[in-house]
């Protein structure tokens, strides 16, 4: 899988915050679905679970190619996290993810400690790097957020702007949100206001200098995540994204919230 699909697939998964619950006495459980479109045709769909338990939270759940695309490439992939909500954030304590394309087969994990990275196992492992490669920096393991929690916040702290820094167990990346405008958004579960952020992506380490996906993520103008407000658990999360691609736009969107 390329860079930039590896990207969007992150940001797929992650989408999936956009129903997490906040922390309450009784565990809560919401599963939310999300539908991928490339120049308006269905390339993909993704089903999660979040569940909320006192200062504990767990999301896990699926993503699949759609009919369309499995024609070219059959995916289908898994992720989890589980960590502790925190006043600003999510802080991860251990992170999962595994997928198949075609006859290729990926899984990455990554166990943390207050945000620190304290252990990541990929599989395959890539043996040797390219000379372009870019190495991971010792600071660049601490203090990151991970690809699945990193974009959702509590109520009270700011949406954007904000940066984050995002460790998907390979590469660390910044994605820095600038807000642009408030938007109306609506989808079966939820109606009402979406905080519109522009996103910019910045590589950081782990990286093929040379890389023209990268080069690409690096100059893309025009990705927008909106964020959503759900009043009864104070809350924000994404419920749409727009990301620019080199054959069209691709648009992910949550279609429906349940629990």
């Known amino acids: 899988m390329t860079r930039f699909n590896k990207v969007l697939s992150g940001l797929t998964v992650v989408m999936a915050l956009g129903a997490t619950q906040q922390a309450t006495a009784e565990p809560v459980q919401v599963q939310t679905d999300y539908r991928v479109s490339l120049v308006g045709f269905p390339v993909a769909s993704a089903n999660f679970v979040t569940e909320v338990d006192g200062k504990s939270f767990k999301i896990s759940g699926d993503m699949r190619s759609s009919a ?4 070219f490439s059959k995916t289908r992939g898994n ?3 589980s960590g502790t909500v925190a006043a600003d954030k999510l802080l991860a304590s251990d992170f999962l993810v595994s997928y198949t394309s075609g006859k290729k087969a990926h899984r990455t994990a990554i166990t943390f400690a207050n945000g620190n990275v304290r252990s990541t196992t990929v599989e395959p492992e890539t043996k040797t790097k390219p ?6 920096l010792e600071g660049h393991l601490r203090a990151v957020l991970d ?10 702290s ?5 940066s984050l820094p995002i460790f998907d167990g ?3 990346a910044t994605l820095h949100l600038t807000p642009k405008s408030v938007r109306p958004y ?11 952020c522009t996103v910019r992506f910045e590589p950081n380490s782990g990286y093929r200098k040379n890389s023209s996906s990268i080069k690409y993520l690096e100059g893309l103008k025009g990705m927008e995540v909106w964020f959503a407000k759900y009043e009864s658990v104070g809350l924000y999360g994404p419920v749409y994204a ?7 736009k691709v648009i992910v969107a949550a279609t429906r919230i349940r629990g």
């Open 242 to 248: 727009k990301v620019p691609t080199k054959i069209g």
């Open 131 to 136: 000379d372009d490669w870019v190495p991971l």
């Open 186 to 196: 609506s989808t079966k579960g939820f109606k009402g206001d979406a905080i519109v």
């Open 79 to 81: 992720a989890s996290v």
């Open 158 to 162: 700011a949406v954007c702007p904000r």
């Open 68 to 71: 369309f695309s499995d024609l």
């Open 170 to 172: 390979e590469s660390r």
């Open 147 to 156: 690809p699945l929690s990193g974009m959702v916040f509590p109520a009270g």
